[in-house]
């Protein structure tokens, strides 16, 4: 060997000694993100450029230059100067039921009924057998406005039943087959079975719908391990880590902790039990589940119908519908029992509240038991419809108005035809809202609305449709900022949940779960908004979305 070759072996002996002993002398981490612009959601909205990951959470936050310098990692992400924000949380959605719609005729977005019947057709094909399901119809995006009849069901499915969600759930129109048993002029509390001249038109409106619902087959254990692996998969490609699911029953969140201790189910549920006795039942006897991934402590409870099909409930008649208030779903006996026990176990009380007389009800019921500022964050589901004088009753007892941005811009077009000119200003009143409490979670209510965070970030701030329709935006003197925007998909739905601790902001100790995308929410031109892309989705640290 020659003195060159020697003299190589040991210069590059003497490197591989330094880098080591530079590593060494280096923290460890899993993960190393730099050359980001990072928006923490701290306390004092920082803004920094790389943070270090280990065993799922976030142990360091700052520069490049010190973080890098700082730590070693084995997985390095260099993110290009992205934009990176904590991963979203939806704080009102239906992820099971959204997963379980995947797999029946997709309704939404039709503009006619006709379009309807010729989507039955085609899935009809190709499943010839059983129930014919589907979801996401809204007579509103018609031209003719009027909720359709079933004669074209019975006579192109004269022997199989159909059932047709609307798109709020509060709603659904049912064929002859499927409304077997149920007859001309049945009355029923909180709902309505719809008929003219004397015979069934198949509509069915909030507690009529269970008629013909709780006939269906319920979805087996297959079906529903299926909905919640695709409706994960879905929610990681728009940027959600967290999920607030309202409304589940105790066997089905036995169903997720399996599937997320198997490793499976990598989503983080917030879950709201349902209204009924087996599950008050089981929870207090169980006491509240609290894993890193799963959070069970509140029951979801519905005070009235949907504003879409006039089953919310009004102080005064419908503006287009002469004497009709629409109706409470149960009796306010029945919704004051429950605020009791729920408050004597020391449980979340959610409530979906629609209209004027629905929140009034619930927030004076709310009163009762709260009695003025308190931590228990009880919550008013959607909060849409506030009459005047009752905006006060949220912040008096501390109740948590939980709203979805994208119902404005999805009702606006017929909202004044329901309510008038009037009634309509105490609607999607987010502003307002947030000033009661000084904090405001946002959601979606999927599949009632689309999935997307971007579209709550729109419809929160812009007000318009896609179309960006109308020009000054609707009822502006309620948009939010782009920042309170973004804390109610974060933070603020975090701290709706009582996980502000461990979520919702990247900073020290907590999840490192975080987007990363293409562009600045913060800084962009509106008309950029929707069309904002998520490159990648960490949950813990781990990488469960990238896109291609």
Known sequence: MNKTSIMNKLLLLVLL?????????????????????????????????AMAVKDGKIISIGTTHKITNEFAAKTVLDAGHAFIYPGFIDAHAHFLGYGLGLQTVDLTGTKSWEEILDRLKEYAVSHPDGWLTGRGWDQNDWDKKEFPGREKLDELFPYRPVFLTRVDGHAAIANGKALAGIVPGMKLAGGEVETRDGKLTGILIDNAVDLVRSKIPLPNLKQRREAFLNAQANCFKVGLTTIDDCGL???????????????DLKMRLYIMLSDN?????????????????????????????????????????????????????????????????IYKH???????????????????????????????????????????????????NSVIPSVQPTHATSDMYWAGDRLGPERVKGAYAYKQLLEQNGWLPLGTDFPVEDISPFKTFYAACIRKD???????????????????????????????NFEEKEKGSLEPGKFADFVVLNGDLLTMNEEEILQTQVLKTFVNGGLVYEKK
Request: positive net charge.
């Open 249 to 263: 029953q105790y066997d089905e969140v036995k169903l997720v902790e399996t599937m997320q201790k198997k490793g």
């Open 277 to 341: 006795t087996a599950n008050y039942e089981a929870l207090f006897k169980r006491g509240m589940i609290k894993t890193d991934r799963l959070n069970v402590r509140s029951f979801k409870v519905y005070a009235d119908g949907a504003l879409g099909s006039r089953g919310a409930c009004l102080l005064a008649p419908y503006s287009d519908k002469s004497g009709h208030y629409g109706f409470l779903l149960s009796t306010q006996k029945h919704f004051d029992e429950v605020a009791g026990k």
């Open 466 to 496: 896609a179309k960006g329709w109308p020009t000054e935006g609707y009822q502006t003197a309620n948009a939010l900022t782009r920042k309170q925007a973004l804390m109610g998909m974060t933070i603020w739905a975090a701290k709706a």
């Open 17 to 49: 000694t330094m880098t080591s002993i530079g590593f060494s002398q280096k923290k460890v981490a899993d993960l190393l993100v730099y050359n980001a612009r990072i928006y923490t959601v701290d306390s004092l909205f920082s803004v920094e450029e």
């Open 346 to 396: 020391g449980f979340q009380m959610c409530t979906h509240a629609i209209g004027d007389s629905g929140n009034r009800v619930m927030l004076q019921i709310y009163a009762k038991y709260l009695k003025g500022k308190n931590d228990r964050r009880w919550r008013i589901e959607h909060a849409q419809v506030i009459n005047e004088n009752d905006f006060d009753l949220f912040g008096n």
